[in-house]
């Protein structure tokens, strides 16, 4: 079993930056896919960035150009860096880990982008 734990969401103002953290604690494999993705309200949740442990990303739409997703695999540690934020990147952010055909979950941050 895997727990992750995100950190780093508030409140900011439109042009403003934030950093999400995601530290992952438990059974941990080398091999391994961690990810952010994000729900508004009334939206479904949706991938924001992925990252594998080999260094590969994946970015979505939302945060092209944006954001910016890294890791630290002796941290066991995902990062989201996101710049010139707007009111529609307003959401919880959750952290996800896929490993071994297993998904994790976080428990979510809140981000709020004021206009």
């Known amino acids: 079993q895997a727990q992750l734990v995100e950190s780093g969401g508030g409140l900011v103002q439109a042009g403003g930056s934030l950093r999400l953290s995601c530290a992952a604690s438990g059974s941990i494999f080398s091999v391994n896919v961690m990810a952010w993705y994000r729900q508004s309200p009334g939206k479904q949740r949706e991938l924001v960035a992925a990252?594998?442990?080999?260094?590969?990303?994946r970015y979505e739409n939302p945060g092209k150009g944006r954001f910016t997703i890294s890791r630290d695999n002796a941290k066991n540690t995902v990062y989201l860096q996101m710049n010139s934020l707007k009111p529609e990147d307003t959401a919880v952010y959750y952290c996800?880990?896929?490993?071994?055909?297993?998904?994790?979950w976080g428990q979510g941050t809140q981000v709020t982008v004021s206009s």
């Open positions: 990252m594998r442990s080999s260094g590969s990303t």
């Open positions: 996800n880990m896929f490993q071994a055909d297993t998904t994790y």
